[in-house]
């Protein structure tokens, strides 16, 4: 929200009440709670009335300082983001105080309060972060028509068109908290879920309020309170609701936080590295949990308004196979059901009269799992929209009625997961789907949620429902499916989330064009969201919207498939490849194929997301903090640690461009090419080739050939690929627990099986430190010996 006229005026009718002298410090176990007054107190009839704001500076873990700020106490409210869901807080703080100042330490992290003038300092052992300073926390009265641009109150008017003839009226002032951090010079801004915009979010208004807006404007479906900076902090906003950020844009050394209501509480997240400060994060607002293997392999859809029945699919899936293009997971989307009806969670008979035996057949046919497209939406044209409304299983109008419109369904009410019969009778249909074969769901929708005029079965607060019910949806629909079919065996394909949604993974991006702008922005919004503690991230391969000329559709698949979570989906045009060329779906084969060998360093990244909350996707910055030239890269990414993948964006006759940072890479195609960074590089990519550089010192695991799926022994017949490692001691895991192990002293490198059970294959000396070599390896030895020039 914007406040201000310039730097020195405030907007018409806009009156602050501004933060600035402390009158009273009580210390606790974890921090300070201050009274602050919002004028200067002279004498004791400056004490007369307010506001006079509640702050407490805390620490709920290592690393982590929160600043709460609360005008009027109230009840505590109904909808808050849950916090430290699967993970413990570690308690670590210490407190002192000296004439000056009162001071928080945890982690490596100081937090400096002073007085008079009321400010919070906050400070590595290295440096100042960054700092709230005088007048940089306070109340705001609003006059109601500034706040018309606010995403939630230019929806309420959009919503209740056409449904609800007598929309609530705004009071005449609202009141915002807001809260403003310095910026400093060189610091760069990053996250908030998934932005399409540009990657570094310095001059943009941030809103958190989840829409369904496509990938071309600066709506997202995933919106997510948190940022990160290149200066070893993120920046967690701890706020269900919409919340408004300025990353100077209102005033350019700032960034400023507004909420409307009487309460904001932020988190600064100290960590030495980008990726520490997940770690921290992610603790707070949990982790992803074990995705099933089969995830990784390639999902095809059967696209949305095509035409198809079992025919259709099958002939897709036939296709697939004799192309050698193995198909993992076999999407149908909306159309699976009779139109006017979504969602009836009944296969349209029309098209698929035996659905049990039908999906049956082709999973023992084609190996594939089952996903099939749900949302929380009911038209009132479903069979059972009445089962629905006999049980009070709507969200309803504060005159009790169903909230219901014409957008999308005819007359479509939705489930309102506060109420628990509602839960249960949801989860009866989709369990129904379990039975006959279906293996997950794509999560789709829940982000027009509405807030005005409506009451949840619990009484919660619909504002604060708007971005979290994504959350209990999500999170509903994975509980179900890991119930039923085991631990480890639960995976989502979800469009819409929010802070902590991590836990209820896969996400993928949305609706977007098929443009290489497009392509872009898809890029941007992965990397957006795993800077916002999501580890997996997927796309539209080819994109969703329009048919994609052949080109844009094979550089599109090189990405998807360098992607986490890989899968072909369209709107009117199927993706299959061979519409593209017979040439794209050779391609396809073998870049199939490669991430398919890849598996286990893939999913030992899966397994560490777990643990750590690092993501599989990560922007350059992330691994390379000290290399500025990485602070603002878009277009290229990390894929773990080890792999650097840089999709391209242009007509072929074009040249590409890309970064590589210091060291000696080795081309992951073509071994014999190495290049000594940090450099640019600048070529033409032939149509069948997605630039892939492995970093010096990695040792890479690599399954066996033509596995024929991503789901195999990743601990038999190993491929190890050691790449220029120097002197001492590299080491990688295998997902199930076996360490292998790399010593290299001049010229001997011995690899050692140093825990648990695996059988290798061969070994591979790579790069350009030691001319290449293979080296074959007995069955069952533990230790192999390879003399390098």
Same mark, same amino acid.
């Given at each position: ?25 009580? %210390? ?5 709670e201050?009274q602050?007054a919002?004028r200067?107190i002279? +004498? ?12 407490k500076?805390?620490s709920?873990?290592?690393g ?17 983001i849950?916090?430290?869901p ?17 001071t928080l ?8 309060i002073?007085e008079?003038?009321y ?8 440096r100042?972060?960054? =700092?709230?300073?005088?007048k ?8 109601s028509? #500034?706040?018309?641009?606010? /995403? *939630?109150? *230019? ?7 056409g449904?609800n003839?007598?929309?609530e009226?705004l ?8 809260s ?37 404007s ?5 919106c ?14 701890n706020?269900?609701?919409e919340v ?11 960034v400023g936080?507004?909420v /409307? ?5 932020y988190?600064?997240?100290y960590?030495?590295?980008p990726?520490?400060?997940? &770690? ?13 293997s ?5 999902w ?5 308004l095509?035409?198809?029945s ?6 897709f899936?036939?296709? @697939?196979?004799?192309r ?12 699976w059901m ?14 698929f009269?035996d659905?049990?035996?039908y999906?049956?057949?082709?999973? !023992? ?17 479903s ?6 409304l ?13 909230w %219901? #419109?014409?957008?999308?369904?005819p007359?479509?009410a939705i489930?309102?997961?506060?109420n628990?019969? /509602?839960?249960?009778?949801?989860k009866?249909?989709?369990? /129904?789907l379990?039975d006959?074969?279906?293996d997950?769901?794509?999560t789709d ?5 509405? +807030? ?12 604060r429902?708007?971005?979290m ?21 639960a995976?989502?394909?979800a ?8 836990r209820?993974?896969? +996400?993928w991006g949305?609706?977007c064009?098929?443009t ?10 992965c ?9 997996f991230a ?9 048919h994609?000329p052949?080109e844009?559709?094979q550089?599109w698949v ?7 979570? *890989? ?16 040439e794209?779906?050779k ?11 890849l @598996?286990?360093?893939?999913y ?5 997301s777990?643990q750590t909350? +690092? ?8 691994? =390379?903090?000290?290399? !500025?030239n990485?602070h *603002?890269?878009?277009?290229q ?11 391209? =964006?242009?007509?072929?006759e074009?040249?590409t461009?890309y970064?590589i ?13 190495t290049?000594e960074?940090?450099t ?7 149509l069948? %080739?997605?630039?892939? #550089? ?10 066996p ?5 991503p ?6 017949d190993?491929?190890? &690929?050691l790449?220029d ?27 050692t099986?140093?825990e ?13 430190r030691?001319?290449e ?15 390098v020039?």
């Amino acid at each position: 929200m914007k406040f201000i006229d310039g730097f020195w005026l405030l907007k018409n009718g806009v009156k602050p009440y501004y933060a600035l002298q402390v009158v009273k410090v009580d %210390q606790q176990a974890d921090g300070y709670e201050l009274q602050v007054a919002t004028r200067p107190i002279r +004498h004791r009839g400056d004490t007369l009335g307010g506001p006079v704001l509640t702050v407490k500076v805390h620490s709920p873990t290592e690393g982590v300082v929160g600043v709460k700020i609360d005008h009027f106490s109230h009840t505590e409210p109904t909808v808050t983001i849950p916090l430290f869901p699967n993970a413990k807080p570690i308690p670590s703080v210490n407190l002192s105080k000296s004439e000056a100042d009162y001071t928080l330490n945890t982690g490596g992290l100081n937090a400096v309060i002073t007085e008079n003038p009321y400010t919070i300092t906050f400070k590595s052992d290295k440096r100042t972060l960054t =700092f709230a300073g005088p007048k940089h926390q306070g109340v705001y009265d609003v006059p109601s028509k #500034w706040t018309l641009s606010s /995403a *939630s109150n *230019s929806s309420c008017l959009a919503t209740d068109s056409g449904s609800n003839p007598n929309p609530e009226p705004l009071p005449p002032t609202i009141r915002y908290i807001n809260s403003e951090l310095n910026l400093s010079p060189g610091e760069l801004i990053y996250g908030f879920g998934e932005q399409f915009g540009a990657f570094v979010k310095n001059g943009q208004t941030v809103k958190i309020w989840n829409q369904d807006g496509g990938t071309s404007s600066d709506q997202a479906y995933k919106c997510v309170p948190f940022y990160m900076t290149n200066r070893n902090y993120g920046v967690f906003i701890n706020h269900p609701g919409e919340v408004e950020v300025e990353v100077g844009s209102e005033k350019v050394s700032r960034v400023g936080t507004s909420v /409307a209501g009487n309460s904001l509480e932020y988190f600064i997240i100290y960590g030495e590295t980008p990726l520490q400060i997940l &770690e921290r994060y992610t603790r707070m607002t949990g982790r992803p949990p074990i995705l099933p293997s089969w995830t990784f392999g390639l999902w095809l859809s059967t696209s949305f308004l095509t035409s198809y029945s079992s025919d259709t699919v099958s002939g897709f899936l036939q296709g @697939m196979q004799d192309r050698d293009i193995p198909v993992r997971v076999f999407h149908l989307d909306c159309f699976w059901m009779k139109q006017y009806e979504w969602c009836s969670f009944t296969f349209d008979p029309d098209n698929f009269p035996d659905p049990k035996g039908y999906l049956s057949e082709i999973k !023992r046919k084609f190996g594939v799992k089952i996903c099939v497209w749900i949302n929380p939406y009911i038209s009132q044209l479903s069979p059972i929209f009445k089962e629905g409304l006999k049980g009070g299983y709507f969200i309803k109008r504060t005159d009790g009625t169903p909230w %219901q #419109w014409d957008l999308w369904q005819p007359g479509l009410a939705i489930v309102d997961f506060t109420n628990p019969e /509602a839960c249960e009778w949801y989860k009866a249909k989709l369990s /129904a789907l379990i039975d006959i074969g279906v293996d997950c769901f794509k999560t789709d929708f829940a982000e027009r949620i509405p +807030h005005a005029s409506v009451k949840y079965f619990d009484g919660s607060d619909p504002m604060r429902m708007h971005n979290m019910y994504s959350i209990i949806y999500n999170e509903l629909v994975f509980n179900l499916v890991r119930d039923r079919l085991g631990e480890g065996e639960a995976v989502l394909f979800a469009r819409a989330s929010f802070a902590g949604g991590q836990r209820f993974p896969v +996400h993928w991006g949305g609706d977007c064009e098929s443009t290489w702008e497009a392509m872009a922005e898809a890029m941007r919004g992965c990397l957006s969201l795993t800077l916002s503690g999501f580890a997996f991230a997927s796309h539209d391969i080819g994109g969703f919207e329009g048919h994609p000329p052949p080109e844009i559709y094979q550089r599109w698949v090189a990405f998807g498939l360098f992607s986490s979570h *890989s899968r072909l989906h369209g709107s009117s045009s199927y993706r299959v490849p061979w519409n593209y060329g017979e040439e794209a779906a050779k391609n396809m084969s073998t870049l199939l194929e490669a991430k398919h060998s890849l @598996m286990p360093y893939l999913y030992q990244l899966a397994i560490e997301s777990t643990q750590t909350g +690092h993501p599989m996707q990560r922007a350059m910055f992330l691994e =390379f903090p000290d290399d !500025r030239n990485t602070h *603002s890269l878009d277009r290229q990414f990390m894929m773990g640690p080890s792999l650097l993948v840089a999709p391209v =964006f242009v007509p072929q006759e074009e040249e590409t461009e890309y970064y590589i940072p210091a060291g000696r890479w080795t081309n992951f195609w073509d071994h014999n090419r190495t290049v000594e960074g940090p450099t640019w590089i600048k070529e033409q990519v032939a149509l069948d %080739q997605i630039p892939v #550089w492995v970093r010096p010192g990695t040792l890479l695991l690599r399954g066996p050939p033509k596995t024929g799926r991503p789901d195999y022994d990743y601990g038999k017949d190993l491929r190890v &690929e050691l790449y220029d490692l120097a002197e001492g001691q590299t080491t990688a895991k295998v997902p199930g627990g076996a360490l292998i192990r790399a010593d290299r002293a001049g010229g001997q490198i011995k690899l050692t099986i140093a825990e648990g059970k695996a059988s290798i294959e061969s070994v591979h000396l790579l790069g350009s430190r030691d001319a290449e070599k293979v080296v074959k390896v007995d069955s069952g030895a533990t230790e192999v010996v390879c003399e390098v020039n």
